[in-house]
Structures are given as structure tokens and as C-alpha cells.
């Protein structure tokens, strides 16, 4: 676990003398923040740093200085189109002083020259950043030094139709009951197949909506990669690693849900609206998600009520070798190395007071994201939201987050590629762990260990 470190005095000192000796000369600075992911219920990413731009030039001009800041942000809802335009953008030097993206950009765009390391900037000793989660900082963090602060965090449960179970049987306390049996390993991701298929048997959901996982490429698919006891990493030499055994359950999991009839071989690459419109609108039996998901079913979808409708769990186990599970997806705040090393004192400022608990809840709240830190249980807003409580106890404590290695996106791209062409029937699962091995192992070589 990282220990946060305590700028030396040295270095803190002269931090404070630069922030200093910009406030004090400078009359307008222009902050630039790009936001990937991102839309109307999370536009806090770049709202927080202009709301930190009004305390940091109120501060400044109680102290008689003169300081502007204006920022000017930027938002991509989508991913590529955000990580297409922040590479253009380095490479022509014109990238902006904040980058909102995700944790796992840290290790290529730290080794390519894109960003400086923000602890050269702020004080992680020092508050608010003193109450920030460790794991958080672990998952900002790369080849020993911190690269972010966190933005905000996640869980990625399972999600259940309430009226659905019911149509098969389930009782009220059995619907209650029901994470618990998940987290055990008593409810497997084959008792969910089973229950899908018994939601259509009964016609309370149509053929094929039994089960309706992500429909695109995502972080998500490494939590099923969990489920039969895949690691990530291997903890003695800190590799990388791809579990041949994992990947199997994995990828005959998904075969076995489209022989059952619960999801069709074509799903992949179903739209996300249909998506929604289907989890939303109680049409669909079991699923998976993110906890963010609910306040857009919320604000797009017309979801009433969200506890009354849907049950929500670990991802399940696959076999007795995996384990109930949830992957977190850290968004951080990020400094490039735009502008002069003043701009970077400015910008890191902003960061860290738009990284008060006050500023970030109203992040977490609208958006439907956790805390990152300690102290946001103790803002009412925060404490009297039942789902961000409930996901914080019951789902955050298992979460891991994928590895920020800059050569992970090879075992990543390999995994998708055989998990798509099992599930479409294109190649067999034994020949699409085979096809996943060959590239890994011929790009990445004795960087990885393959189990």
C-alpha cells in the first residue's frame, strides 16, 4: 500500500515560493481541464475546478494579490474521441494544464512525457488530501511515485429485476438474502444463468434479455475474468499476468449463456440506449452495471424507484477457484506538462481544493460515484444518500482496480478479442485462449507470466 507522502521542506517550500510568485505577478492565468467520460450528471469533473477557481482568487485577494484564473473546460462523453484528442494534443504541445481520464492512462502517459508527477505539486500530508483512501492513492500511483488524485471511485455490481425473482419464486427475503448468498459463493454466476432462464421460461422477460451484461468492451469484463480466479498481477515479482484456467471459465461462461438462450451470440455490440431502455424499464432479468448507472436511469431512463425495482450485488463467482467480486475504475485528476512550472502550481491547487469532501460530494451525489476520501461520511449530503451509504459498505471493500502498467492494454486487447470470438461462435474457447496466449506472450514476452 502506498504511503502518502509528505512534500520535504524543502520542496514544499519551494512549491509555496512558485505559487507565490505567480499569484503575486500574474493577472490572468487560463487553466485548460479536459474531461473524458463524461456528461450531464457528472459535469462536476470540470465544475469543481472552476468553483476551486473562485476560493483560490478569493484567497489571493484577501492576501492583496491579483490573481484571475479562467478555466476553460472541456468535456468528451466518449472514450476514444477523448484519448484520440489528448494524444493529438501532445504531440502538437497543445494539451491542456488538466487532464480527467482514466487511472490506467497513468502508466503510458507518464512513460511517454505527457504529465508531471502531481506529488511534485501537492501535499498528501497535508488536508484535504490527508483523508483520501490509500487505495486510491495505490491506483493513482506508478513505478513508485503518484501520478494523480483521485476524481472519484466506483463499484460495478450485479443488478437484479425485484418483481422478476419474485415471477420464479423468490420471496422477499429471499431477495434480501441474496447479496449475502453472492458474496459466499453460495450464488454462482451459473445459479444466475438458471434463474434467467427461468425469468423467460415464465415469459416475464423476452428471449435473450434473461441476461444482459455490458455491451461493449470495458473494464468490466475483467471482473467475470475474477469470478474464476484470474489475477491480474502476480504478487511476488509484480508482472503482469494472464491465467489460462480464468480466461476458460470465463470465456465457456458466456458460451454456456448464449447455449441457454439467456443472452444471443449478435449481443455484443448492442447501443447502449437500448441498453438502458431495457434495464431501466424492467424488461431485462439480471444484469451488470455501475453505480453510477442509477442516477442516469434516473434523469434519462423515468427509473421511480430504484430500491423497490432492482436488487444489487457482487459480481458472482464463477467456480470455486474465483470469488464474488467488484472492479473499481478511479477517474483522476491528472497535470500534463502544458504551460510553465507556475501554471502547474496553479492547476495542482485547484485540484486539491476542488478535492474537499464538500466539492467532490456534490460530484458523487449527482453522478451517482463514492467518496474518496474519509471524510465525506461526515458531510450530510453524502451520509443522508442511502445508495451511496450502501455502495460504500457493501461493494467498495471488495474492490480492486485493473493495473496501470503501460503494457497491460496488450493483455486487455487479446482478452476482448477471444471473448468476442467465443461468444460468437467464430473459434472454439479452447482456440480463443490459445489465440489470447500467442499474442500476449509474443508482445510482451518475459514481461508477463502466463499461468
Same mark, same amino acid.
Given at each position: 500500500?502506498?504511503?502518502?507522502?509528505?512534500?520535504?521542506?524543502?520542496?514544499?517550500?519551494?512549491?509555496?515560493?512558485?505559487?507565490?510568485?505567480?499569484?503575486?505577478?500574474?493577472?490572468?492565468?487560463?487553466?485548460?481541464?479536459?474531461? @473524458?467520460?463524461?456528461?450531464? +450528471?457528472?459535469? #462536476?469533473?470540470?465544475?469543481?475546478?472552476?468553483?476551486? *477557481? =473562485?476560493?483560490?482568487?478569493?484567497? *489571493?485577494?484577501?492576501?492583496?494579490?491579483?490573481?484571475?484564473?479562467?478555466?476553460?473546460?472541456?468535456? !468528451?462523453?466518449?472514450?476514444? =474521441?477523448?484519448?484520440?484528442?489528448?494524444?493529438?494534443?501532445?504531440?502538437?504541445?497543445?494539451?491542456?494544464?488538466?487532464?480527467?481520464?482514466? &487511472?490506467? =492512462?497513468? @502508466?503510458?502517459?507518464?512513460?511517454?512525457?505527457?504529465?508531471?508527477?502531481?506529488?511534485?505539486?501537492?501535499?498528501?500530508?497535508?488536508?484535504?488530501?490527508?483523508?483520501?483512501?490509500?487505495?486510491?492513492?495505490?491506483?493513482?500511483?506508478?513505478?513508485?511515485?503518484?501520478?494523480?488524485?483521485?476524481?472519484?471511485? %466506483?463499484?460495478?455490481?450485479?443488478?437484479?429485476?425485484?418483481? &422478476?425473482?419474485?415471477?420464479?419464486?423468490?420471496?422477499?427475503?429471499?431477495? %434480501?438474502?441474496?447479496?449475502?448468498?453472492?458474496?459466499?459463493?453460495? #450464488?454462482?454466476? #451459473?445459479?444466475?444463468?438458471? /434463474?434467467?432462464?427461468?425469468?423467460?421460461?415464465?415469459?416475464?422477460?423476452?428471449?435473450?434479455?434473461?441476461?444482459?451484461?455490458?455491451?461493449?468492451?470495458?473494464?468490466?469484463?475483467?471482473?467475470?475474468?475474477?469470478?474464476?480466479?484470474?489475477?491480474?498481477? =502476480?504478487?511476488?515479482?509484480?508482472?503482469?499476468?494472464?491465467?489460462?484456467?480464468?480466461?476458460?471459465?470465463?470465456?465457456?461462461?458466456?458460451?454456456?449463456?448464449?447455449?441457454? @438462450?439467456?443472452?444471443?451470440?449478435?449481443?455484443?455490440?448492442?447501443?447502449?440506449?437500448?441498453?438502458?431502455?431495457?434495464?431501466?424499464? /424492467?424488461?431485462?432479468?439480471? !444484469?451488470?452495471?455501475?453505480?453510477?448507472?442509477?442516477?442516469?436511469?434516473? +434523469?434519462?431512463?423515468?427509473?421511480?424507484?430504484?430500491?423497490?425495482?432492482?436488487?444489487?450485488?457482487?459480481?458472482?463467482?464463477?467456480?470455486?477457484?474465483?470469488?464474488?467480486?467488484?472492479? +473499481?475504475?478511479?477517474?483522476?485528476?491528472?497535470?500534463?506538462?502544458?504551460?510553465?512550472?507556475?501554471?502547474?502550481?496553479?492547476?495542482?491547487?485547484?485540484?486539491?481544493?476542488?478535492?474537499?469532501?464538500?466539492?467532490?460530494?456534490?460530484?458523487? $451525489?449527482?453522478?451517482?460515484?463514492?467518496? $474518496?476520501?474519509?471524510?465525506?461520511?461526515?458531510?450530510?449530503?453524502?451520509?443522508?444518500?442511502?445508495?451511496?451509504?450502501? *455502495? +460504500?459498505?457493501?461493494?467498495?471493500?471488495?474492490?480492486?482496480? $485493473?493495473?496501470?502498467?503501460?503494457?497491460?492494454?496488450?493483455?486487455?486487447?487479446?482478452?476482448?478479442?477471444?471473448?468476442?470470438?467465443?461468444?460468437?461462435?467464430t473459434s472454439s474457447v479452447a482456440d480463443a485462449v490459445k489465440a489470447a496466449e500467442t499474442e500476449v506472450r509474443s508482445a510482451l514476452g518475459d514481461k508477463v507470466v502466463i499461468r
Open positions: 500500500m502506498t504511503v502518502l507522502p509528505i512534500l520535504k521542506s524543502a520542496t514544499l517550500a519551494a512549491v509555496l515560493l512558485a505559487s507565490t510568485a505567480v499569484f503575486a505577478s500574474a493577472k490572468d492565468v487560463t487553466i485548460k481541464v479536459w474531461a @473524458g467520460g463524461t456528461g450531464p +450528471t457528472n459535469d #462536476y469533473r470540470i465544475e469543481a475546478i472552476k468553483m476551486a *477557481a =473562485d476560493i483560490v482568487q478569493r484567497e *489571493a485577494k484577501i492576501r492583496g494579490e491579483d490573481l484571475n484564473i479562467k478555466v476553460e473546460g472541456q468535456a !468528451w462523453t466518449g472514450w476514444d =474521441d477523448f484519448k484520440q484528442a489528448v494524444t493529438l494534443a501532445a504531440e502538437s504541445n497543445t494539451a491542456p494544464n488538466i487532464i480527467v481520464s482514466g &487511472h490506467e =492512462d497513468i @502508466g503510458p502517459w507518464s512513460q511517454s512525457g505527457l504529465l508531471r508527477p502531481i506529488e511534485d505539486y501537492v501535499d498528501f500530508g497535508a488536508w484535504p488530501l490527508n483523508q483520501l483512501y490509500p487505495n486510491l492513492i495505490d491506483v493513482s500511483s506508478y513505478d513508485g511515485r503518484i501520478w494523480g488524485v483521485p476524481q472519484d471511485a %466506483e463499484a460495478r455490481p450485479f443488478f437484479f429485476s425485484r418483481s &422478476h425473482l419474485k415471477a420464479i419464486g423468490y420471496t422477499d427475503a429471499d431477495i %434480501e438474502a441474496l447479496p449475502g448468498k453472492v458474496e459466499r459463493g453460495e #450464488y454462482t454466476l #451459473y445459479s444466475m444463468l438458471d /434463474d434467467a432462464k427461468k425469468m423467460q421460461d415464465a415469459k416475464v422477460v423476452e428471449p435473450g434479455k434473461g441476461f444482459m451484461p455490458r455491451p461493449s468492451n470495458g473494464t468490466d469484463y475483467w471482473q467475470f475474468y475474477q469470478s474464476f480466479g484470474g489475477e491480474m498481477t =502476480d504478487a511476488e515479482s509484480g508482472k503482469l499476468v494472464l491465467d489460462r484456467q480464468a480466461l476458460t471459465g470465463m470465456y465457456q461462461f458466456f458460451v454456456d449463456a448464449v447455449a441457454k @438462450g439467456v443472452v444471443p451470440a449478435t449481443y455484443l455490440g448492442t447501443t447502449w440506449d437500448t441498453w438502458h431502455q431495457a434495464v431501466a424499464s /424492467d424488461k431485462a432479468g439480471i !444484469w451488470h452495471g455501475g453505480t453510477w448507472h442509477k442516477a442516469e436511469w434516473e +434523469t434519462k431512463w423515468g427509473l421511480k424507484d430504484f430500491f423497490g425495482q432492482m436488487q444489487y450485488s457482487l459480481i458472482p463467482a464463477g467456480n470455486e477457484k474465483g470469488r464474488a467480486n467488484t472492479i +473499481t475504475h478511479p477517474l483522476v485528476y491528472l497535470l500534463s506538462k502544458t504551460g510553465t512550472d507556475e501554471d502547474a502550481t496553479i492547476a495542482a491547487e485547484l485540484i486539491t481544493v476542488a478535492s474537499e469532501p464538500r466539492f467532490n460530494t456534490l460530484h458523487a $451525489i449527482k453522478s451517482g460515484h463514492l467518496a $474518496i476520501g474519509t471524510a465525506q461520511a461526515g458531510i450530510a449530503l453524502y451520509a443522508n444518500d442511502r445508495w451511496t451509504t450502501v *455502495a +460504500t459498505e457493501a461493494l467498495l471493500p471488495h474492490a480492486t482496480a $485493473i493495473p496501470n502498467n503501460s503494457d497491460f492494454g496488450v493483455i486487455w486487447k487479446a482478452m476482448y478479442k477471444g471473448l468476442e470470438a467465443s461468444w460468437t461462435k
